[in-house]
């Protein structure tokens, strides 16, 4: 699954990386403990909101999404709490998520992702340590999402639309199913160009998972309990630590 990411980067820098243009229209900080149903940075590729009359062509842009997908057919937003992942290999076919995945495709750039491994100390207590999956070169990782608009019943205003997303996740491979069974989707880049196609009624063929850790040289990094509480939010979330006691994965 994917619960908890790293988003540290400025709009300019995501612009420049993902080539796109700026639809933010809103501040968004750097967050170390991103979690759902909060504000967060997505890549879409769809005409420009109030573009003139002959300039609808779909366009790269960077815009400000909800955590957590709503679908515009739910009564109110909080269906979207738990719909902050999708698995890859029902998307196709679950009535919340097919709409988006057959023309609403996104990206969510992140610096890095949490997961947590099931463990024991030594004295066979359970307990969870937290890893931060990351590219060592710094660059960002893309997840594939999915996205929707909503709106409250008792209004008609397109600027009470609410723009919200959902990450996708495939079964872990490699290394990373060491740590925990699942792990979002991430695009390599040559993909995101297909992946975003309004034009492309859902390509199956992306939603393959593959190993992560092997072809990005992702960093499993132990990291200290700190992210467990959503309201830490720093640089030193994100540090190496040793764990106190070795690791015996259940």
Known sequence: MCGRYVSTKSTADLLSEFDAVDQTAEA????????????????????????????????????????????????????GNRMFNARAESVPEKPAFKRAFAKRRCLVPADGWYEWVRASDDAGKPRKQPFFMTPPDGSSVAFAGLYEFWKAADTDADSDLLLSMTILTVPAQGELSEIHDRMPLVLAEPDWARWLAPDLDGPVELLTPVDEAARDALELRPVSAQVNTVQNDSADLIQRIEPTTPLELF
Do not use: F, I, Y
Not at 32 to 38: E, I, L, R, S, Y
Not at 41 to 61: L, S, W
């Open 28 to 79: 968004t900080p750097a967050s170390w403990n991103v979690a759902p149903t909060q504000r967060v940075r997505t890549v879409v590729n769809r005409p420009v909101h109030h573009a003139p009359e002959g300039e609808r062509e779909p366009v790269r842009q960077l815009r400000v999404a909800r955590w957590g997908l709503v679908p515009s057919w739910a009564k109110d937003l909080s269906v």
